[in-house]
Structure formats: C-alpha cells, structure tokens
C-alpha cells in the first residue's frame, strides 16, 4: 500500500473539498494522510466569515466540512501563518504534495477619483465586518446617510445590499456580529442603489437569490421593467439557459408593486462610475450611462465596491491577474491550486467541489513515491496551534452561547477571545 501526505493550505470550501476528494480516492493501494493550514483560529472560510447571516441554509454545508475533519486522516493546522509560522518551502519538502487553496480576500478596485474618501469602502472589508471576522472587528462603518450604492452585480453586491436594506431587527436571530448590529438598529440608510455597469442580461446574479427578494418583510425591492425587456432584446432568441432565468427572475421583481415600506432596495444597470465626490467624505457618485457620454449624477453617503476579489500573494507563488498563475490546477512540482485562489473568485460554494475534484485526480496522476515521513508539528510551536479538537470545543462553546439568544450561534470576534476557547 502506497500512502502519501498532502498539505492543503486553507480551511476553506476549497481545502475541504480537496480534501473529500482525496478521500474518495482512496483504496487498498492507495491512501492519503491530510494536513490542512489555516490562518485564522477558525475554519469553513468564505462559510464562517462570507455567507450572508440571513442565509443559514448555505453554512449547513459546514457538516461535510466537519465529516471530511473527522474521517481520520485529516489534521487541522489552524492558527498556523503560511510565510510566518512555516513555510511553502517546509511543506514542499515535508510532502508527497502541496495544494494552496488560499482563496480571494482582496477587493478590487474601480480605478476612479474618490474611491478612498471615507464612506467608500469595499465589500471585502464590509462583509467579514458583520461576520464577525477578527482581522475586521475595529473597522469604523458609518451608516448615518439616507443613501447607498453598492456597485457590482453578482451575488456578494446582493448581499451586501440586502444587509443595509433589511429592518435590522430580522438580523437578532441570526450570527451577525453583535457590533454590526449595533451599528445597523442606529443607521440612516433607507435607500440602497445597486448598481451595475451592464445590462441586465450579463448579471452576475443567481436566480436562487433573485427570487429570495420578494420575500423581504420590510423592504421593497424595485427593478424597472424596461430594463428587464431591454435585456431580453439584447439577449436575442439564443438566450443562455442561466441568463433566462435570472431575466424571468428579475422580471417578477419588476412586476411587484412596491408594498411602501420605509426601506427601498433598487437595481440600477448601464451605469459606469466615474467619480466619487465628496469634500471630506463622500457625497455623491458621478455616472455616465455606459456606452454614452451622458452624466448623471446620485447623492450618497456610503459607497461599497462589490467587483470581484484577488488572491494574497505568497511568497514563491507567480502571480497574474489576481490569481495563482497555474496550468488546470498545476503550479509546479508537487504544487496545486484550488479554488478561488486557481479560477478567480467565481461560481457558488458549490463550484469548488468539482474543481477542487479535477485538480486532485490530477495531483494522484501525478504522483512518485512516497516521501520519507516527517511530521510538520514538530517544527510547530504546539502552544499556538488550534487542532480540530480544540476547534470543536470554541464551535460548540459558540453554538451554546448563541442558544440562549436565539441564534444558531454566537461568535466569539476577538482573536484572543478564539483562541481562549480554544484553552489556548
């Protein structure tokens, strides 16, 4: 029998799907010990610190997190820095192979004049805000203006803007970071802009999401009919099968008529940005109707940039266009990517299962003999290091503390509050 080790580096979706695929490959010939790195005390990524507290039916996925940890060759490694505590080097050295599944944390940038006034801020510093991320728990968000606009059309704008939108009492049953709400149940905003730079019809979107909108309690949510048939012009006859349904989506939205609620989530499309103004803040965005020269102009006081994320660099890891440069998942000897970190941040949760798959049956393919077996720990400094026992003991501690609140759980925001539950 043939075992080999593998390090992934992040305890993601996409590190536990590679892990789960490595599983499911194994056999009387061939099997696998799993270590997997983790920055933060905590694992489950994007699933802990990016899905949207009103949507806990996406964070069940975390059980088969939690099955792949337990199956009895996967070790966590969390609260261990890859270029800090050890190095990509280390861990090519120490095994069979490296898989770096790292993600996307950095929020692009539009690129136009303003962008760094106070009140525009990005969607990656705003959403692990309000889940309670520890590298975001001081971020300063000033909600006191009557008017947003979050920029972008996929799914995380969405978000975004559905969480200025809602009346904040909705977010008390959920695991919202308790100094998000705070901020929520005082802010302003009664107006949120979403706004895209095409049409309808190239929408980011999903229609699952979509079609979550209308049952918003306390908000209206309006779409412009005449985008939505302007859209299926443009589309044509060929109409992709995903894009219909994101257009039959929206076309029930703009069906609706606004219930009159104090709160307004509305859909702009064909507005490119082209300034943020504002003398010591902003105070309002300056658009052009794409394609035109024709100016408009919104008053606001909150701007989130929702356009997409980048890869952080690692050290001996190339680089381009935001992502780790690889070949179908190859980054070198004994190297892989997965991931976010490998196509760029796109696709659902969901994505990553098939291609964290792909590029497995790749990294066995690829596979000599097994190294000699040296343990990583030993090089670790085991007083820093949250293992999966220790991280079942904050899980559950937070699970218990959000009982007595009503939520699914009550998350513990400071690093050392983490790693204390941790009985670091």
Not at 109 to 134: M, Q, R
Not at 330 to 357: C, F, H, M, Q
Not at 398 to 416: F, T
Request: proline share 4%; aromatic share 6%.
């Amino acid at each position: 029998m043939a075992r080999y080790t593998v390090a992934i580096v992040g305890a993601g979706p996409a590190g536990y799907f590679a892990a789960q695929a490595l599983q499911n490959m194994q056999s009387d010939e061939l099997t696998f010990s799993i270590d997997i790195f983790e920055r933060l005390p905590t694992p489950w990524g994007l699933v802990r610190s990016g899905v949207a507290p009103d949507h806990p039916k996406i964070k069940t996925v975390s059980k088969v997190f939690e099955k792949v940890a337990t199956a009895g060759n996967v070790r966590l490694f969390a609260n261990v820095e890859l270029g800090s505590d050890i190095s990509l080097q280390d861990l090519k050295v120490a095994y069979d192979a490296v898989v770096i599944a790292t993600g996307s944390s950095i929020g692009k940038k539009l690129g136009i004049p303003g962008e760094d006034l106070p009140g525009s801020i990005s969607a990656a510093t705003f959403v692990p805000w309000y889940n309670a991320h520890p590298d975001f728990k001081d971020e300063s968000v000033d909600l006191s203006t009557s008017t947003a606009i979050v920029i972008g059309a996929g799914n995380v704008a969405m978000d975004v803007a559905r969480m200025l939108a809602l009346e904040p009492t909705e977010l008390d049953p959920t695991d919202t970071a308790d100094h998000a709400i705070d901020v929520f149940k005082e802010s302003a905003v009664r107006t949120v802009i979403i706004s895209a730079r095409r049409g309808a019809e190239h929408a980011a979107f999903t229609s699952p999401e979509l079609r979550e909108l209308p049952k918003l309690e306390h908000t209206n949510v309006i779409i412009e009919k005449s985008d939505i048939a302007a859209a299926l012009i443009r589309a044509g006859e060929n109409i992709e099968k995903d894009v219909k349904s994101n257009l039959e989506a929206m076309a029930l939205i703009a069906d609706q008529v606004p219930a009159g609620h104090e709160r307004t989530m509305k859909f702009q499309f064909l507005a490119t940005p082209k300034e943020i103004r504002g003398r010591d803040k902003v105070e309002e965005v300056i658009f052009t109707k794409t394609g035109t020269d024709e100016e408009f102009s919104i008053k606001c006081g909150l701007v989130i940039t929702a356009i997409g994320y980048e890869a952080t660099l690692l050290e001996g890891v190339d680089f381009e266009q935001g992502k780790v440069k690889n070949t179908d998942g190859r980054v070198g000897e004994n190297l892989y990517v997965v991931g976010w970190a490998k196509r760029g941040p796109s696709g659902v949760i969901g994505t990553n299962k098939s291609d964290s798959s792909d590029v497995m049956k790749l990294l066995v393919e690829d596979l000599n003999n097994p190294k000699p077996h040296s343990d990583i720990a030993d090089r670790l400094n085991s007083a820093l290091v949250i293992t999966q026992s220790q991280w079942e003991t904050i899980n559950a501690a937070e699970v218990a503390a959000g009982e007595s609140k009503g939520k699914p759980r009550h998350k513990a925001v400071a690093w050392d509050d983490l790693l204390h539950l941790g009985g670091l």
